[in-house]
T-cell receptor, first 117, second 114 residues
Framework: SQTIHQWPATLVQPVGSPLSLECTVE??????LYWYRQAAGRGLQLLFY??????ISSEVPQNLSASRPQDRQFILSSKKLLLSDSGFYLC????????????????FGSGTQLSVL | AQTVTQSQPEMSVQEAETVTLSCTYD???????LFWYKQPPSRQMILVIR??????QNATENRFSVNFQKAAKSFSLKISDSQLGDTAMYFC???????????FGAGTTVTVRA
């Protein structure tokens, strides 16, 4: 069965410090990978998605970047955090095209609560 | 761009009763998928129910059912026989086939009272 791991669960960082959040998926190959952010009491905003190694699409301009160095690894980074980067970050995966009718379902990790102070 | 609107920020329901959450969306696409996700206090996102736009029959999953009105672009969720474990934030979401990007509404917080 497939599983998704996301860490750390919580993170407190000072303004101006760097960020690296990691997400890995097990039990599937060539998944679509996603980073979402949820501001307090709000819905989820898609930040980045990836359909393959080295292929990253950004949905909104921001202070963050994403990378996919391996097939099942997705990393969210920042060189200098801003206060506005605080939020709950969720990684998700879905099956790529051609792998069945359930490919439109997203499966989410447990999230990282980031507080920038 | 697709937009998803949930006009009810919070709802409260007595245990064992029924609650209906509303969702409307805006799209020019004719084929798409609609979802309801549940986010309990643990913050884990859980898929509750899924509807394919080309299917007229409303989806059901145990105590959860939807009322899909394609012409009105409405997709409401009914929770029957509410249980304390249903207390969570519920998100309506939209996806276009072959796009695989999920667009979410702002969410509705549901509190089930004992």
């Amino acid at each position: 069965s497939q599983t998704i791991h996301q860490w750390p669960a919580t993170l407190v960082q000072p303004v101006g410090s760097p960020l690296s959040l990691e997400c890995t998926v097990e039990g599937t190959s060539n998944p679509n990978l996603y980073w979402y952010r949820q501001a307090a009491g709000r819905g989820l905003q898609l930040l980045f998605y990836s359909v393959g190694i080295g292929q990253i699409s950004s949905e909104v301009p921001q202070n963050l970047s994403a990378s996919r160095p391996q097939d099942r690894q997705f990393i969210l980074s920042s060189k200098k955090l801003l206060l506005s980067d605080s939020g709950f970050y969720l990684c998700a995966w879905s099956l790529p095209p051609g792998q069945g009718l359930t490919r439109e379902k997203l499966f989410f990790g447990s999230g990282t609560q980031l507080s920038v102070l | 761009a697709q937009t998803v609107t949930q006009s009810q920020p919070e709802m409260s329901v007595q245990e064992a009763e029924t609650v209906t959450l509303s969702c409307t969306y805006d799209t020019s696409e004719s084929n798409y998928y609609l979802f309801w996700y549940k986010q309990p206090p643990s913050r884990q996102m859980i898929l509750v129910i899924r509807q394919e736009a080309y299917k007229q029959q409303n989806a059901t999953e145990n105590r959860f059912s939807v009322n899909f009105q394609k012409a009105a672009k409405s997709f409401s969720l009914k929770i029957s026989d509410s249980q304390l474990g249903d207390t969570a934030m519920y998100f309506c979401a939209f996806m276009i086939p072959n796009d695989y990007k999920l667009s979410f509404g702002a969410g509705t917080t549901v509190t089930v009272r004992a």
